[in-house]
């Protein structure tokens, strides 16, 4: 007997309008709040415009084609096959223009949130592009800390006990071992930047967004959940500003209907920060979230997911092949004269 698909945000009658892209959705290393001790660094998710019969047929070459048994679909087995490098050749070329990679680095996504979560308002758009007024003090941060490898590292591990949901001392102490941490940083001197954003942790501030955090204030989005800003960064990339996204996912306990509902409105609240060009005419509607739903469904059901699946484990092994294809799906608004 399976368990009952939790999660989700079906689409309402009244939420789609005009263009809509239909997608299905994977990730690999998703691990949970274990973001620094996790043998995989980085997070995938990947994501295909693919129809059934689409998925059926590529999966159906990998099998007969190059003789890819239904258990080396998993891209572990799947690039240890004899002619591995052959049938990744031809997987990628079958996929160009119909799939988006998104990478996260999940050192990089922790600091994303030091300065998107304790430096100003947590949001729902924290870690997207859509808060990248914020990503140049996280970046100087990041490649500044790196450099000074245990403190930093004492920096992150102090964060991590500071927002989870299962703390391990008090809060004062987590509080007090926090800013412990952040102060033996500081003295190495990061930069004006990097520094700039350390000075800026207040005290007060963080014991109001860890008060607001033990509360199950569901206005802060999880500070330790990464697949809320890739599946943003995700339906962004494939609306272009001009079209609604419909997610097919597979199951995910993280995306549940209130979390989901919280990031289609910051998404309608920031719809027009992923259009691009001087003409509008093809962008979505005031009011109107790129997200148009997402329906969870068993990836052993669907094999647009697991396409997705593969696609998304091979990338997190082999990053490099993310190039220009895989990173922005074609997503060119209609010109008015092809419009009705």
């Not at 989700?8 to 709040?33: N, Q, R, Y």
């Not at 223009?97 to 308002?121: C, M, P, Q, S, Y």
């Not at 942790?201 to 999880?222: G, I, Q």
């Not at 272009?240 to 995306?255: K, Y």
Request: proline share 7%.
């Amino acid at each position: 007997m399976r368990s009952p698909l939790q999660g989700g945000l079906p689409p309402g009658g009244a939420v789609v309008v005009g263009a809509v892209v239909e997608i299905a959705c994977d990730e690999s290393g998703f691990s949970g709040t274990n973001l620094l001790h996790s043998t995989a660094p980085v997070i995938t998710h990947a994501s295909v415009d693919l129809t059934l019969d689409e998925a059926v047929a590529l999966i159906t070459a990998l099998r007969s084609g190059f003789r890819i048994a239904p258990h080396e679909l998993k891209a572990g087995r799947f690039l240890r096959g004899s002619g591995a490098e052959k049938t990744l050749e031809w997987l990628l070329a079958a996929l160009a223009g119909r799939a988006h990679v998104h990478l996260i680095d999940k050192e990089f996504f922790l600091v994303t949130r030091i300065v998107e979560f304790l430096l100003t308002e947590p949001s729902y758009a924290a870690g997207t592009r859509l808060a990248r007024e914020h990503h140049p003090a996280a970046l100087a941060l990041h490649e500044a800390g790196r450099a000074n490898r245990n403190d930093w590292d004492t920096f992150l591990s102090a964060f991590v006990d500071l927002v989870r949901m299962k703390r391990r001392l008090p809060v004062e102490q987590t509080v007090q071992r926090f800013f412990e941490a952040r102060d033996a940083l500081r003295r190495h001197g990061l930069g004006t930047v990097a520094d700039a954003a350390l000075d800026g942790l207040s005290p007060s501030h963080v014991r109001a967004v860890v008060a607001r955090l033990d509360s199950d204030d569901r206005t802060v989005p999880p500070p330790l959940e990464p697949l809320l800003p890739a599946l943003a960064e995700t339906v962004l990339s494939w609306s272009g500003g001009w079209r609604q996204v419909l997610v097919t996912h597979d199951e995910q306990s993280a995306l549940t209907a209130d979390r989901l509902i919280r990031l289609q409105r910051a998404l309608t609240d920031n719809g027009d920060a992923s259009a691009t060009g001087d003409d509008r005419a093809g962008a979505l509607p005031n009011g109107v979230s790129p997200l148009a739903g997402l329906v969870m469904v068993d990836s052993r059901d669907d094999p647009r997911v697991q396409v997705a699946d593969l696609l998304a484990g091979v990338a997190r092994r082999m990053p490099d092949i993310i190039g220009d294809a895989f990173r922005q799906p074609p997503a060119v608004p209609p010109t008015p004269a092809s419009r009705s």
